[in-house]
């Protein structure tokens, strides 16, 4: 089949008409808007010299217990933790010390999670850091308002499909089925010079976050890699032979429908795309410090890796890859639990590290978590409920690591007896309501990862709640730019 080439004006062109026929008045004036908007950066971009970054991105679903990962290990401070948390408290003296450069206000010192060894060890070299009791807002709110209902809850507080959609879309306040990081991709449609393998790239199957207007992520598996069409490449028998060829005539036909069209030339991108990305895998380096867990989660970043490590021959300048381990819901078993689910994290996380070390690109892949809530300060008897506020942490070179950003919050419970409210941010039985938003931790790595500061409002609707994209300031000051 002779391969018509096209120009990326002309690609543009007609993803515009396409978005004019196929999606509402709304989300066409959105597109038009994004189009022009990847018009203009990927012009400069491209013009440019040559970079890569990647974003990736790590989902603790199930809503994890990050006030266990990072503990205030010092006597008052610690005093109050271990009362609020009861029978969940971890003992001190295994606490794993860190020297955060930005001193606390207070003088407390802080601690991870015993299992946490190289996530401790990236923190005090300087190339992690943690961003404290983050969570979804519409606009700030004390709390007040949100007994009283004076400023607005994002939709389905507590829920955990509708917190998991809030933290990948970045629109609290409706449910929408497309994601932050499928905007970028739509908004940065040319940064790279090859369109055959999708900019996001996920190791966890289909999801909210990498789903754009335009945008579809291409998944990969973490065991097999990239997986084909089952059957399409064994040729050692005469039907076998047979079958390619069927596949092949069907997807290189023309069809004047335009749904049958457009359905064929995905299946034969999926094909192309598929071939190209198993050789990258299939080619890919071998690791100084293997990847010697079986685990899912770890294969999942080894298959992460090996993909960056094609960077070249893929001929991509941008990626964006999402991750995702569950059972972080511990309503039962916590300390046993998170103890061998963190411990899988940690190693995992670590040996990622030293794989983008090797590969010389630990300053240009910023990888991130988030999870749909933090967990209640206080015990339900063996574990905790759903709450809201959370601790994230952000790793690479290009943070500004060994830092705490936000304000790490008193995690005293509020004393109801009392007259005097023992933790204005405590909103009942140890829920913290966010001190930072969603939308300005988000809008920091989208800034970094090379997204006008002027289109933030494009994947953040609710930004200028929190932050004035026009400042010249980082929304929160973690990352290097």
Known sequence: MERHKISRRAFLGQASCAAIGATTMF??????????AAAAFNSSILAGPEDYKALVCIMFSGGIDSFNMLV??????????????????L????????????QDSEG?????????????ALFNSGNLGFVSNVGTLVRPMNKIEYYDGLVSAPLGLYSHSDQQQQWQTGVPNERSSIGWGGKIADLMISANNNDTISMNISV??????????????????????????????????????????????MVSSSQEDIFK???????????????????????????????????????????????????DKLDVKRQIFFVEIGGWDMHDELIANQEALLSIVDTALGKFYNALVQ???????????????????????????HAWGANVFVMGNAVKGQNIYGRFPSLALTNYNLNSDTNPLDVGGGVLLPSVSTDEYFAELAL??????????????????????????????????
């Open 27 to 36: 989300s066409t004036l959105l597109n038009l808007k994004t189009l022009n």
């Open 72 to 89: 205030p290990r010092s006597g008052a401070a610690y005093s109050e933790y271990a009362l609020s948390r009861s029978n969940l408290a």
């Open 91 to 102: 003992n001190r003296n295994e606490l794993r010390p860190i020297y955060p450069i930005n």
């Open 108 to 120: 407390r010192e802080f601690g991870f999670h015993p299992s946490m060894v190289n996530m401790q």
């Open 204 to 249: 966890a199957g289909s999801n909210i976050f990498q789903s754009g207007e335009n945008t579809v992520e291409y998944s990969i598996d973490p065991y097999n890699g990239s997986v084909g069409i089952n059957g399409y490449h064994d040729d050692g028998w005469f039907y076998d032979r047979l079958r390619r060829k069927a596949i092949d005539d």
């Open 261 to 311: 069209s457009t359905y064929l030339k995905t299946i034969k991108k999926g094909i192309d795309g598929n071939e190209m990305l198993a050789d990258v895998l299939d080619n890919a380096p071998e690791f100084s410090d293997p990847f010697t867990s079986d685990h899912y989660f770890s294969r999942s970043l080894e298959m992460v890796a090996k993909t960056i490590a094609g960077r």
């Open 359 to 385: 590969l010389g690109v630990h300053d240009k892949v910023t990888t991130f978590s988030l999870s749909e809530f933090s967990r209640t300060l206080s015990s339900n008897g063996n574990g905790t409920d």
């Open 448 to 481: 970094w990862y090379g997204v006008p500061a002027s289109e933030l409002v494009l994947l953040f609707p609710n930004i200028g709640n929190f932050y004035n994209p026009m400042s010249g300031n980082m929304p929160v000051g973690f990352m290097e730019v």
